[in-house]
């Protein structure tokens, strides 16, 4: 079965916390910090993956960018 890209990341993420070497207090401080910044990541990636505004405005972008590119950017706006 094929994992998620956002359960793979979440994954990654666990076990770079864990292997972490701090002193002290200290390492359970930053594993907090490391968990709450991927959580708001994974929040954040999660919301623009499913909001079709700001999907459509990606989309609409690259399709732009790769019709540019392959005119070779001539059409002289520059």
Partial sequence: MKESGLTDLSRRVAVALQSTKLPGKQQ???????????????????????????RTTLVTA???????????GADGGG
């Fill in 62 to 72: 690259f399709q732009g960018l790769f019709t540019d590119a392959a005119s070779g």
């Fill in 28 to 54: 359970g401080a930053s594993a907090l910090e490391y968990i709450v910044l991927a959580a708001a990541i994974i929040i954040i990636v999660g919301w623009l993956a499913t909001d079709t505004t700001v």
